[in-house]
């Protein structure tokens, strides 16, 4: 996308929410609190500082909520170290899931090479700590391989390559971060209640989105898993922007015909196959 195109697209995204900005001075909340959510969201991600007129009013409309898209909000503007292999110092028992972020296949369906160097990274890490758990994560995107899944190619890849298949998960349901984040948080639930953390394996560019968008999902869950801890491949391009960051906070939000309107409009999303909404 053009930077015209861009700057444009921004204007429009951020008109949206013109009237709730105007809202923010009543006495009285008019707003509902998904309106607020996404309003604080997008000025974020816009503007780099904290929209505290929508969050005062999402404290009045709703307390809960409030609660933790506050902590959503201080966990977005909290640095990231992105790392290139995971500290000395986590659970050396099954408490510990390593979860590994896919990324497109390629259209008949193999693995392109920025997931193999993914892959190698969480090889290394799962060595490392050898009774963790792992997910891989990502569903169907190879055009014209419609079995495919990237959490699929990823396991195959994980047990040919010497990793007991008992250890790991698959997660294929997915087609963004966000969703990756939701399914793992059910798998883990359901199948693996004794996880209390999760180290993230991606690449460099990807880690802090990752980190933002699981902690997300823990605080909207109530949930006692921490995100403390990251692996990476130094890739040599790839870069995702806060809006889309606040396009992904907003798909876990519930909102995903705005969240896919921002997607579409951000980043260039268009090789994918048809996405489930």
């Known amino acids: 996308m053009s930077t015209k195109k861009h700057f444009i697209c921004l ?25 607020l959510i996404e309003r604080s969201v997008i000025s974020y991600a816009a503007y780099g500082k904290r929209d ?25 503007a ?14 050396k028992d099954d408490t510990l899931c390593l979860t590994a972020l896919g990324f497109q296949l390629n259209p008949d369906g193999t693995m392109r090479d920025e997931l193999i160097e993914r892959l190698k990274v969480l090889k290394a890490a799962a060595e490392q700590y050898p009774n963790a758990i792992i997910v891989c994560t990502g569903g169907g995107t190879a055009a014209d391989e419609p079995s495919a ?37 059910d798998i883990l639930s359901e199948k693996c209640p004794q996880v209390n953390q999760i180290a993230i394996i991606s690449s460099d560019y990807h880690i802090a989105t990752g980190i933002l968008l ?16 990251n692996a990476s491949w130094h890739a040599p391009s790839g870069t995702l922007s806060a809006m889309f960051q606040a396009g992904a906070l907003i798909e876990l939000s519930g909102d995903m015909k705005t969240a896919f309107e921002i997607y579409y409009e951000t980043y260039d999303i268009h090789e ?3 996405l489930n909404r």
């Open 52 to 76: 505290q007129g929508a969050l005062d009013l999402l404290a009045k409309a709703d307390p809960d909520k409030y609660e933790k898209w506050n902590r959503i909000m201080d966990l977005w």
């Open 272 to 274: 994918l196959p048809p």
């Open 11 to 35: 204007l429009v995204i951020l008109g949206m929410f013109f009237a709730l900005s105007a809202s923010a001075e009543s006495a009285e909340p008019v707003s509902t609190a998904q309106d």
């Open 149 to 185: 899944t990237e959490a699929g190619r990823m396991a195959q890849w994980l047990q040919e390559n010497g990793v007991d298949p008992a250890r790991i998960y698959v997660e294929d349901k997915s087609i963004t971060t966000a969703q990756n984040a939701i399914y793992t948080f």
């Open 78 to 91: 909290a640095p990231v170290t992105v790392n290139a292999t995971l500290p000395d110092n986590l659970p």
């Open 214 to 229: 699981f902690g997300a999902e823990s605080i909207l869950r109530d949930s006692a898993i921490t995100v403390d801890s």
